[in-house]
């Protein structure tokens, strides 16, 4: 069941066509469909405050070995340009300067102090730009899964090791930051950055458990009367019909074009009363919820 099945159903409920006429998304006006994606992202949302868990998974990313790539810089700048591949927000060392930098959007944390010119880096895989559908990390991180790395609020970590001439090895901390992606510009979107130290000095993989965020609804997932994007709502699909269904539709039921049937109505109260129990117990056993394994990288 997608967002465009859904619509469908609530549409039905407004629609005086003769049975077995079909419901068509072109029938609905654009006011119509905004309500539609409005109580299903509102049911959604209620969905993640009540049971979080839900939204659980693990993700997991490639570590490679430190590498050298070629990048073009200028003195006293922070701009360079490179043709290789590189982690965003990953650690490098540019030749002229023995200075620790940072580079992402093909810009360097900090101005670049030796000589004009093509000149050969090292990069390191110590920082990794996390899925827009994540809101945070939500539990254990493990290098090559089987060991657990240690938690930090924030980067204090890596200016304690680098004052104290700690550099590549194998992680032992991690922490996340939010960061502007493609720079600090006005209306720019923020997202997460993994980051690791000591920075890895080979190749590897990092794994953790995640929280997504609640998606938003908006009514190009409804498609058109011939397509359908089929829109995923992150949700386990046997939770789908039982809790998400009910729930969204005794929201659209509150809105000014539903055509409220006694019978019809109490009949979905009684089916949202049954998904927020079913809510309730998933929750309990969050311990033994649905995990979803999603490579990245």
Do not use: C
């Not at 490639?62 to 650690?91: Q, W």
């Amino acid at each position: 069941m997608t967002p465009r099945d859904l619509a469908l159903e609530a549409l039905s409920f407004i629609t005086a066509a003769p049975a077995g006429t079909p419901v068509l998304i072109s029938s609905a006006k654009p006011q119509m469909l905004r309500r539609i994606a409005s109580d299903l992202t509102a049911a959604l949302q209620l969905i993640y405050s009540q049971a979080p868990s839900i939204y659980r998974g693990r993700i997991g990313m490639v570590l490679d070995a430190p590498r050298t790539i070629t990048v073009n810089v200028t003195n006293k700048s922070t701009a360079i340009s490179t043709e290789d591949d590189y982690p965003e927000g990953a650690t490098i060392r540019i030749e002229g300067d023995d200075v620790l930098n940072e580079v992402a959007s093909d810009t360097l944390m900090l101005p670049y102090s030796g000589g004009t010119g093509t000149k050969a880096a090292t990069v390191w895989s110590d920082s990794f730009v996390l899925p827009s559908s994540v809101s945070r990390v939500d539990g254990s991180v493990l290098i090559n899964e089987r060991r657990l790395l240690n938690p930090k609020r924030s980067r204090a970590a890596l200016v304690a090791g680098r004052q104290a001439g700690a550099e590549g090895g194998e992680p032992r901390f991690y922490w996340v930051e939010p960061f502007f992606t493609g720079g600090p510009a006005a209306n720019q979107k923020t997202s997460l950055r993994l980051r690791l130290f000591p920075m890895p000095s080979h190749s590897g993989t990092v794994g953790m458990e995640v929280r997504y965020k609640a998606p938003k609804i908006t009514p190009a997932d409804f498609g058109n009367d011939e397509e359908d994007p089929n829109t995923p709502l992150l949700v386990p699909e046997d939770y789908i019909e039982s809790v998400v269904r009910p729930i969204f539709l005794i929201n659209w039921s509150n809105g000014p074009w539903y055509r409220r049937e006694e019978g019809n109505h109490k009949s979905l109260e009684g089916d949202a009363q049954k998904a927020m129990a079913i809510l309730q117990s998933y929750e309990l056993q969050q311990d033994s919820g649905v995990m979803r394994i999603i490579p990245y990288g």
